[in-house]
């Protein structure tokens, strides 16, 4: 029996269990199981609609079981095939590790990644490919130590590659034919594949684990096609979201791309994440709407297209599976294209800030003026401590009241910017503002300098805390918005009780969006452990206030612990049902994403 054959048997097996072949005890705990759901539900469920879901359930793990047989067996036969011509020995111990089980708890598949010599072979295959193209190879690809360290290393995150685990090879791209041909040799020598581009990840995503391929999309940053009467934009993904504002603003019109989750984040990666940033409150996150069509390259070399190049604004044909790919993190396929849709911007935009006697206050405003419907686009939480430490930096030639502040951006027609500042203004005052300490600006260069102090809260940080060694851990944990008082309460309280004093908090007020920059010494053990622990009661405490672990940055291998403690298993199980299914010889960005009893990520 193939390794795939016993997935489908093992998925067949799973599907019986949900839809009733159980044997007595099974039935006795399932019973006991939806006794307890029944009693905790305040809606309840018929035993018709339950049977409906197991049905459901059951087939959808039936297709995916035979489509990972049928996906295994066509990747054995080209495998069959290249192995017989290049007499690779794929069975050998692996360059970056020994070889193992197939990380995934159940089911399991026996692999291994190629040994040396194979990733050596690969390399000069690469080599080969670009000399074909009429390229100088060099120019496409490197084995610099220091290019390979640093994508060995997070900087920007506190999970690295463990010693000689860095990538083996750095690859620079410029098309989808190009992505399509690194990925056929990367599977034909089994070696692992990692995208990289503009390396603004805070959770790892770009590490290299298990050595391999990092596959650098930096040079995928042209714009294909512009259709602003359609209010859509094709595009590379290795293309920022700031380039395309840029772009769109050059050309004259009013559209701009609303997802803002940091500077240098580009398009691959902020699908990847499922990203979101200040603007979510209006227009929201990656999961959205925003992207129309996008073009993958599957881990065998296949390039698909999600929605076949189309660019109607909605679709009801078949299950959209760009949703499937946003939040996967480069482990289901490589994104390489893109089709976006635009916003239109407002007409009048203002800025206002306002501060409060404390979170509750500011939390309460927030719940007040998101109800009332006015046209706000961001609003942003800053604690006391935040504001403190944006004085302290003088990197916005003014100060803030040093107090938990809100800062506002509005967009709508005159009138309804007006009617805004009339409502936060009132709504303000009633949670404890002074009426004259609310600040509110329309005009573009003075708006700008009051919301300056928002777009430094990073940088403030890390310029007050600028000893050797000394890094910034930015979280991003989201809860409901009437929960995160208490979140920011109690998490001030243990930063401060931890000696962790000059953690800052900056939040999505909007949407319950959580950012505590937590400056500690990297070179420290000991500080080290006690602020992995703090990060690790952060998360758990969000999640035991019904939030998640992660609101923008994702997974990666910095929350991977956090993700089996908030997902039911049996989501986890389709998850990883799907990974198989679309990558069996786990190639694509592997060690991020999915728990695993086999690997932990190294700190």
């Not at 060995?152 to 463990?162: A, L, T």
């Not at 996967?328 to 294209?337: F, P, R």
Request: hydrophobic residues 35%.
């Amino acid at each position: 029996m193939t390794p795939a054959q016993r997935l489908s048997s093992r998925v067949l097996s799973v599907a019986r269990h949900h839809s009733g072949s159980v044997s007595a005890p099974s039935r006795r705990s399932l019973s006991s199981s939806a006794r307890r759901q029944n009693s905790s539900s305040t809606h309840g469920a018929t035993s018709a609609s339950s049977a409906s879901n197991a049905r459901n359930l059951a087939i959808g793990l039936v297709a995916i079981g035979l489509g990972a047989n049928a996906f295994y067996l066509s990747r054995q036969s080209s495998s069959s095939a290249s192995s017989d011509n290049t007499k690779i020995n794929l069975d050998g111990p692996a360059a970056a590790i020994r070889g193992g089980d197939y990380p995934f708890d159940s089911p399991r598949l026996p692999f291994s990644y190629g040994t040396k010599q194979d990733f050596e072979a690969a390399i000069e295959e690469l080599k080969a490919y670009f000399t074909a193209q009429g390229e100088d190879w060099d120019d496409h690809i490197t084995t610099d130590e220091d290019e390979l360290e640093r994508r060995g290393i997070d900087e920007n995150g506190h999970r690295s590659s463990s010693e000689g685990t860095k990538p083996s090879v750095a690859v620079y791209v410029r098309d989808t034919p190009d992505v399509q041909a690194v990925m056929r040799i990367a599977n034909k020598y089994r070696m692992p594949i990692v995208p990289f581009s503009g390396g603004t990840s805070l959770e790892g995503h770009y590490v290299a684990p298990f050595a391999g391929i990092s596959i650098d999309m930096s040079r995928m940053d042209k714009v294909l096609a512009f259709h602003p009467e359609d209010g859509d934009i094709v595009v590379q993904a290795g293309i920022g979201w700031e380039t395309i504002n840029q772009y769109c603003a050059k050309n004259g019109n009013q559209l701009f791309f609303p997802l803002d989750p940091g500077p240098g984040a580009t398009i691959g990666g902020m699908i990847g994440t499922g990203c979101s940033g200040t603007n979510a409150v209006r227009y929201g996150t990656a999961r959205g709407e925003h992207f129309l069509d996008m073009k993958i390259v599957l881990a065998n070399g296949e390039v698909i297209s999600t929605r076949g190049g189309g660019r109607a604004r909605k679709s009801s044909a078949g299950f959209d599976i760009g949703k499937i790919i946003v939040g996967a993190e480069g482990t289901l396929g490589i994104v390489t294209e893109a089709t976006l849709r635009l916003a239109p911007k407002m007409p009048a935009d203002a800025v206002a800030v306002a501060s409060f006697p404390d979170v509750e206050a500011a939390s309460r405003t927030v719940n007040e003026i998101l109800l009332s419907g006015i046209p706000v686009q961001c609003i942003e939480l800053l604690d006391y401590k935040m504001i403190q430490t944006i004085n302290a930096s003088n990197l916005c030639g003014r100060t803030y009241d040093e107090k938990d502040s809100l800062f506002f951006k509005l967009s709508g027609g005159e009138a309804a910017v007006a009617e805004a500042k009339e409502a936060i203004t009132r709504a303000s005052v009633k949670h404890g503002t002074k009426k004259e300490s609310v600040e509110f600006e329309t005009n573009k260069e003075r708006a700008a300098k009051i919301w300056e102090g928002r777009k430094v809260a990073l940088w403030a940080v890390a310029a007050t805390n600028d000893a050797p060694g000394v890094k910034v851990w930015t979280t991003d944990v989201c809860v409901p918005i009437s929960a995160l008082p208490r979140l920011v309460r109690e998490s001030q309280l243990d930063f401060h009780q931890s000696g962790l004093t000059q953690t800052a908090i900056v939040g999505h007020a909007g949407d319950g969006n959580f950012h505590a920059l937590i400056p500690f010494n990297a070179a420290d053990p000991e500080q080290t452990r006690i602020t992995t622990e703090v990060v690790g009661r952060l998360c758990e405490r969000a999640q035991k206030l019904n939030g998640t672990c992660t609101g923008e940055h994702g997974v990666g291998m910095g929350k991977i612990e956090y993700l089996e403690r908030e997902l039911p298993a049996g989501t986890v199980r389709v998850m990883k049902a799907i990974k198989l299914a679309l990558d069996p010889n786990n190639l694509l960005n592997p060690g991020k994403l999915y728990p695993t009893p086999d690997f932990t990520p190294p700190h």
